[in-house]
């Protein structure tokens, strides 16, 4: 499951950094990404449509809105897309995502 954008950001001694949850999330996630590169298409590099789903079996208390700027930026660390402000739609929808995020774009 992404980070929650109020944790992405932490501040220590006036300087402010990725917090570790954060870093650590896009590792992961970035190696999942990896695995399954291959059978996947090429980064896109214009503009683009997002279906985020997150894993309803892991919701709780989580907002859903609070997780898209995670999951984005994994996206542009990644090269899957050129720049989040190029996104033109976004549908995000609690449902069935056994990895925590099922990410489906589609570029025009």
């Given at each position: 499951?992404?980070?929650?954008?109020?944790?992405?950001?932490?501040?220590?001694?006036?300087?402010?950094?990725?917090?570790?949850?954060?870093?650590?999330?896009?590792?992961?996630?970035?190696?999942?990404?990896?695995?399954?590169?291959?059978?996947?298409?090429?980064?896109?590099?214009?503009?683009?449509?997002?279906?985020?789903?997150?894993?309803?079996?892991?919701?709780?208390?989580?907002?859903?809105?609070?997780?898209?700027?995670?999951?984005?930026?994994l996206c542009k660390t990644h090269s899957i897309i050129?720049?989040?402000?190029?996104?033109d739609a976004l549908l995000i929808k609690w449902g069935?995502?056994?990895?925590?995020?099922?990410?489906?774009?589609?570029?025009?």
């Amino acid at each position: 499951m992404p980070p929650s954008t109020n944790l992405i950001w932490r501040s220590d001694r006036g300087r402010v950094h990725k917090s570790r949850e954060y870093t650590d999330w896009i590792a992961q996630a970035g190696y999942e990404w990896l695995r399954q590169r291959k059978d996947q298409p090429k980064g896109l590099q214009g503009n683009f449509k997002a279906i985020l789903i997150l894993d309803k079996t892991r919701r709780g208390r989580k907002d859903l809105d609070n997780r898209v700027k995670a999951i984005l930026d994994l996206c542009k660390t990644h090269s899957i897309i050129v720049d989040d402000k190029l996104c033109d739609a976004l549908l995000i929808k609690w449902g069935t995502a056994p990895m925590g995020v099922h990410i489906v774009l589609k570029g025009y």
